[in-house]
């Protein structure tokens, strides 16, 4: 079986090639640039390869609800040109294939819960901690869409008392986005993270946003794991910094055996950065089987 994997993102579009295994035979990356232009690019790579099914986890915020006559749409999105773009209705038109659809985040968590460490999971939380930032949830089994599908990059956070900054996002300032992203760590310290990895004092205060983040998720959700990744998340010594924090301001409120062993509980991405890919290969899997 081969199946299409379209990995659609604010910068560039990741087009692939794989099976029902998760396997990935080939991908290749195209730039975003304007929608036509770039989803032409994409449907092009598709055309010649006999793809049963292609599944798309993509930028947004995205519509979801398939009774909707904008199912399939890029909504609202901040980026230039691509607001209210038929992503499916182009993909369908130009391959006449089944298309699977869902975030970006989604279909990262997808592809952990199908093939990395989380296979078999019914309850779970992916966050991507990178220029912005948000989450996938699957919860009893199924992933989490409800009116839209869920921000919770945008949670708001109470500021650690010796801190200043007012916050990254023009939407909300002190939410978990306009603390922790990428942006907010360069606009705060005055440098891009990969040149703060030797600042402790950078990476105390980022666990801290993260774990306030992480007792949101645990308090609302009572995920079975937490997955964090992202460009942010490429700093490793925020792990050990993050469960502490979280376990002390959890304050031994939870008694799971999940949260005895927080190395287990609170987790990298498995995929080697294929999550996002793989969880694609899944939704046109499971487009195929509907």
């Given at each position: 079986?081969?199946?299409?994997?379209?990995?659609?993102?604010?910068?560039?579009?990741?087009?692939?090639?794989?099976d029902e295994t998760g396997k990935i035979f080939e991908q290749t990356s195209i730039p975003t640039t304007?929608?036509?232009?770039?989803?032409?690019?994409?449907?092009?790579?598709?055309?010649?390869?006999?793809?049963?099914?292609?599944?798309?986890?993509?930028?947004?915020?995205?519509?979801?609800?398939?009774?909707?006559?904008?199912?399939?749409?890029?909504?609202?999105?901040?980026?230039?040109?691509?607001?209210?773009?038929?992503?499916?209705?182009?993909?369908?038109?130009?391959?006449?294939?089944?298309?699977g659809f869902d975030t970006d985040v989604n279909g990262s968590l997808l592809g952990e819960v199908t093939?990395?460490?989380?296979?078999?999971?019914?309850?779970?939380?992916?966050?991507?901690?990178?220029?912005?930032?948000?989450?996938?949830?699957?919860?009893?089994?199924?992933?989490?869409?409800?009116?839209?599908?869920?921000?919770?990059?945008?949670?708001l956070l109470t500021p650690r008392e010796d801190d200043a900054y007012k916050g990254h996002c023009p939407?909300?300032?002190?939410?978990?986005?306009?603390?922790?992203?990428?942006?907010?760590?360069?606009?705060?310290?005055?440098?891009?993270?990969?040149?703060?990895?030797?600042?402790?004092?950078?990476?105390?205060?980022?666990?801290?946003?993260?774990?306030?983040?992480?007792?949101?998720?645990?308090?609302?959700?009572?995920?079975?794991?937490?997955?964090?990744?992202?460009?942010?998340?490429?700093?490793?010594?925020?792990?050990?910094?993050?469960?502490?924090?979280?376990?002390?301001?959890?304050?031994?409120?939870?008694?799971?055996?999940?949260?005895?062993?927080?190395?287990?509980?609170?987790?990298?991405?498995?995929?080697?950065?294929?999550?996002?890919?793989?969880?694609?290969?899944?939704?046109?899997?499971?487009?195929?089987?509907?």
């Amino acid at each position: 079986m081969t199946l299409g994997a379209l990995e659609a993102g604010g910068t560039k579009m990741v087009c692939a090639l794989g099976d029902e295994t998760g396997k990935i035979f080939e991908q290749t990356s195209i730039p975003t640039t304007k929608p036509e232009e770039t989803l032409s690019a994409c449907m092009d790579y598709f055309k010649d390869k006999n793809i049963e099914a292609l599944g798309i986890a993509c930028f947004g915020p995205v519509d979801l609800n398939r009774q909707s006559s904008t199912y399939g749409y890029i909504t609202t999105t901040p980026k230039p040109g691509w607001a209210n773009v038929d992503v499916v209705g182009a993909a369908k038109k130009a391959l006449g294939v089944p298309v699977g659809f869902d975030t970006d985040v989604n279909g990262s968590l997808l592809g952990e819960v199908t093939y990395g460490d989380a296979k078999g999971l019914t309850d779970a939380v992916y966050f991507t901690i990178g220029t912005g930032v948000g989450a996938g949830i699957i919860s009893g089994g199924n992933l989490v869409h409800g009116m839209m599908h869920p921000e919770a990059g945008h949670m708001l956070l109470t500021p650690r008392e010796d801190d200043a900054y007012k916050g990254h996002c023009p939407f909300h300032r002190n939410c978990f986005e306009g603390f922790a992203a990428g942006p907010a760590v360069e606009e705060r310290w005055g440098a891009k993270g990969v040149e703060l990895a030797d600042r402790d004092e950078v990476w105390d205060l980022e666990a801290y946003y993260i774990a306030q983040a992480m007792v949101n998720c645990i308090m609302i959700l009572s995920p079975q794991r937490i997955i964090l990744g992202g460009g942010i998340m490429h700093q490793e010594q925020l792990f050990p910094l993050i469960r502490k924090k979280t376990t002390e301001m959890l304050k031994g409120y939870i008694k799971a055996a999940e949260l005895e062993d927080m190395d287990s509980y609170i987790v990298p991405a498995s995929l080697n950065d294929d999550q996002g890919i793989m969880g694609c290969l899944k939704l046109a899997l499971d487009e195929l089987s509907r």
